[in-house]
DNA sequence: GTCTATACGCTGATAGAC
DNA sequence: GTCTATCAGCGTATAGAC
C-alpha cells in the first residue's frame, strides 16, 4: 500500500463516516481501525482533524466540477434530473445524507476553515443550478416566473432534505419523489 | 431558585445550545456554566444525556401540540403561512435552525432513545401538514394536482433547509422567500 | 510513512457530604 | 436538590524509534 493510497483511502473513510455520523460523530481511531492503520499514521497525512474535514469538502467540490463537465449536451431538463438522480446516489441506499446537509447541521461545531470551504462548496451548487434554471427559462424548457437563484435554492432544499427523512424512515421513495415534485414545479410540461 | 424552575432552565438551555451546535456538539458543562450549577446537578434532573435529549424533543413535540390548538378559525392558506412564519420564528435571527433538521443530521450518532422520539415529533408534523394540505384541496384553496403528504414533506424540507441555509450565509430573507414559494406553489391564487 | 508510546483535556457519569 | 470530589474512557495531538 503506497502513500498516495494510504491518503486517499483516509478521506475516503472520513467520508463515509463523515456522511454517516457527522463532523463530531467520528474520530481518528475511527477511521484506524476501519483500514487497519494506527491513528498517528492518519496524524502524519492530516495533521489535525480539520484538514481532514477541510479534504473531505475539497473533495466534493472537485466531483462536483468533473460532474458538471461529465454532462456534455443534455437538454435543460436532462440536466435537472441528472442533478436530482446524481444527488440522490449520495444516499447510498438510505445509510447517508448529502455533505451539504451534513455541515449545514453542524456548521457552528465546525472549525472555521471547514466552514469556509463549506460555504464554497454549497456556492458552487447553488451557482450552477441558478445557471441552469435561467438557461432553462430563456430556452423555454422551465416556468417563466420562476426566479432563477430562489428555484436553486429550493432545490436543494428540497433534494438534502429528502437524503435526510429517506435515512431516517428508511424510504427510498422520498428520493424519487422529491426528484418528481421538482420536476413537475419546474419544467414547463411532460409531468413524467 | 425552585427545584422545577431550575430543571426546566436546564431543558431551555440544552435547547438553545442543541439547536445552536447539534447534540454532541454540546455538554453538561456548557449547560453548567451558563447557568451557574454544578454538572452533578444536571445529571440529578437528567441522568443521563439520553434523558436530557428526550426531554428536549418532547418539549417541542407539546409545544407543537399547543401551537396547533391555538389557531382556532383560520383558513388553510392562512395556517399554512403561519406555520411557516412560526417555523421561521425558530431561526431566531440566523442564530439556531429546527429541531428537525438537527436531529435529521445527527440522526445516527443519537442514542436510540432520541432517534425513536425524533421520528415521532416529524410525524406529528408531517401529519399535520398532509391534513391542511388535504383540507386546502378539498376546500379550493389548495391546488388540486398536489398529492398531500408529499406537499407536506416538500414543506419540511423546505422550511428546514431554508433556516440552515440563512443560519450559515446569514440570510434572513432566505426564510421569508422560502415561505413564498411554498405559499405560491400550493395556494390557487393570489400570489403576494 | 508507519509504528509505539504517551500527554492531557474534556466527556458523561457516580459517590457521598451537606 | 445542590454541592465537592473523583472516576474511567475517549478525544485530538505529539515525540521519537524504525
Known sequence: ????????????????????????????????SAINIRKASIHYHFPKKE????????????????????LGTASNRERLIAFCRMY???????????????????YHSMPAGIQEHSQELIAQV?????????????????????RSSDTARHMIYVMSGSLKMARIFKEPGRIKRAEKDLVFHICKEKEQ
Open 88 to 106: 440522490g446516489s449520495l444516499s447510498n441506499n438510505c445509510t447517508r445524507i448529502c455533505p451539504i446537509g451534513m455541515v449545514a447541521a453542524d
Open 51 to 70: 484538514d481532514l474535514g477541510i479534504a473531505f469538502i475539497r473533495k466534493y467540490s472537485r466531483l462536483f466540477s468533473l460532474w458538471t463537465k461529465r
Open 126 to 146: 447553488e451557482q450552477w443550478l441558478t445557471e441552469l434554471v435561467d438557461k432553462g427559462k430563456k430556452e423555454g424548457e422551465f416556468r417563466e416566473y420562476l
Open 1 to 32: 500500500m503506497q502513500t498516495r493510497s494510504t491518503k486517499s483511502l483516509i478521506v475516503k473513510t472520513a467520508e463515509e463516516l463523515i456522511l454517516s455520523y457527522g463532523y463530531q460523530g467520528f474520530s481518528y481511531n475511527d477511521i484506524a
